[in-house]
């Protein structure tokens, strides 16, 4: 089992950047493929960016592809998504993920694939 912490939220203006962590708890962490999805107010959880366990393949939403780029520390037990050039359309509750399987990462895009979730972390972006 596996608890996720995200961090890094906060408000920011139209074009900046931003960068969430996912801390996770034990010692498997390298195990597990890791996610991050997005809700915003009255609509559905969105999938947002998925890399491997290893690092080496990534999956991206359309809507981010160029601006955001997800990455992993497996000595420290991090994920991270860097946001740059944020809309307004980027604000929602940014959500880490982890799940234990064999699936490719650009088959891991729906959110009832992932077993672990994190508590969430606002962004705002203003114009």
């Known amino acids: 089992q596996v608890q996720l912490v995200e961090s890094g939220g906060g408000w920011v203006q139209v074009g900046g950047s931003l960068r969430l962590s996912c801390a996770a708890s034990?010692?498997?962490?390298?195990?597990?493929?890791m996610a991050w999805f997005r809700q915003a107010a009255g609509k559905e959880r969105e999938f947002v960016a998925v890399?491997?366990?290893?690092?080496?393949?990534?999956n991206y939403a359309d809507s981010v592809k160029g601006r955001f780029t997800i990455s992993r520390d497996n000595a420290k037990n991090t994920t991270y998504l860097q946001m740059n050039s944020l809309k307004p359309e980027d604000t929602a509750v940014y959500f880490c993920?982890?799940?234990?399987?064999?699936?490719?990462?650009?088959?891991?895009?729906?959110?009832?694939?992932?077993?672990?979730w994190g508590q969430g972390t606002q962004v705002t972006v203003s114009s």
């Open positions: 034990g010692r498997t962490f390298s195990m597990y493929t």
């Open positions: 890399i491997s366990r290893s690092g080496g393949s990534t």
């Open positions: 993920a982890a799940v234990r399987s064999l699936l490719l990462v650009p088959k891991l895009t729906t959110r009832t694939q992932y077993d672990y």
